[in-house]
């Protein structure tokens, strides 16, 4: 079993406990999943959450409470406590209102969040995100992410950052999550070389390896046809959907195992690879049957939980 640390820092009302509770529920109550954010609460203190992600891997999510007196709290009496032995720090941002210009509360509590990493994790890896983009005018946001990239960008010492721009209410979240994630699976590019040679015999367009609870990408090849670019789903808004039409399934209590598409322009298969993951095969080629790529799938199971095994055998 490997276990990894991930914080979760950043203002409060940036958003954090809404993306953690949208991407890790496994469960709704609602058929808007980012409708029901507005009702949690501010986070008090540090809340802990164990997420099991691919049988083994065990996210250790800290959800740290962004209000200036636990900030003060985390730098200063807990800071052995909360910087060591992290895998993953994720900064959030308020793309609306936090103030990133240099010499800003907000980037000042990151920069010391930084230096608590450097003492006590220095092989940490950084993501930043710019959250809440829904809130900024169509028309602006490519300008407003762009600048605050550049002034986050400039604003790093010591780590690499990578920053991405999300919202609750679009695909971009979970993009982010499964860049994130992937980086915390050992021998991931093992998967990834694998899912190819298997997209290659089944004749896919583009496979996608899915964690099976929370639907995060840990893997995905596709051919890089032009005539597919256009008429396939993209990974991204792929996950919530896929999601949401597990959980709505569960409503009528129906047990969900997958689902096939034959439409004009592809066809689509999503099926369970292993008993953590699920596996989206779409096609482009007309007289590939349905049941030849169910049956790759099949054989296919047993190698892939070999490879699921090792990934997890570093720590």
């Not at 990894?4 to 999943?33: C, D, E, H, W, Y």
């Not at 793309?95 to 003492?119: F, H, M, T, V, W």
């Not at 015999?201 to 496979?207: D, K, L, P």
Request: proline share 3%.
């Amino acid at each position: 079993m490997v276990k990894k640390k991930v914080l979760l820092m950043g203002a409060s009302g940036s958003g954090k406990t809404s993306m953690r509770s949208l991407i890790l529920q496994a469960t709704r109550s609602s058929n808007n999943p980012a409708s029901l954010t507005a009702r949690l609460g501010a986070t008090i203190d540090v809340e802990q959450n164990h997420v099991r992600f691919l049988g083994d891997l065990i996210l250790n999510l800290w959800d740290c409470g962004g209000q200036d007196a636990f900030m003060d709290s985390y730098l200063t009496t807990q800071r052995n406590t909360i910087f060591s032995h992290v895998g993953v720090l994720i900064y959030v941002f308020d793309a609306e209102n936090s103030n990133i210009a240099p010499g800003s509360k907000d980037l000042e509590y990151y920069r010391d969040c930084l230096d608590g990493l450097n003492q006590f994790s220095k092989d940490a890896k950084v993501f930043l995100l710019v959250h809440k983009m829904d809130l900024v005018r169509p028309e602006e946001k490519e300008s407003v992410f762009g600048k605050k990239r550049r002034d986050l960008e400039s604003g790093t010492e010591g780590f690499d950052v990578t920053v991405f721009g999300t919202s609750i209410y679009d695909e971009s979240l979970y993009k982010a999550w499964s860049n994130i994630v992937h980086t915390l699976i050992p021998n991931a590019a093992i998967l990834s070389k694998h899912l190819a040679t298997f997209a290659k015999a089944c004749s896919a367009t583009e496979v996608i390896l899915f964690e099976r609870t929370t639907f995060l990408v840990i893997a995905t090849s596709h051919s890089g046809s032009p005539s597919a670019s256009s008429s396939s789903p993209s990974m991204g808004p792929v996950s919530p959907l896929i999601k949401a039409f597990k959980w709505s399934s569960s409503r009528v209590r129906s047990e969900f195992h997958g689902l096939e598409m034959c439409l004009p322009e592809f066809s689509a298969v999503l099926d369970e690879m292993t008993k953590n993951t699920y596996v989206l095969v779409i096609w482009h080629v007309p007289y590939i049957e349905t049941a030849a790529v169910k049956l790759n799938i099949k054989m296919a199971r047993s190698k892939f939980e070999e490879l699921q095994g090792d990934s997890l055998v570093v720590a």
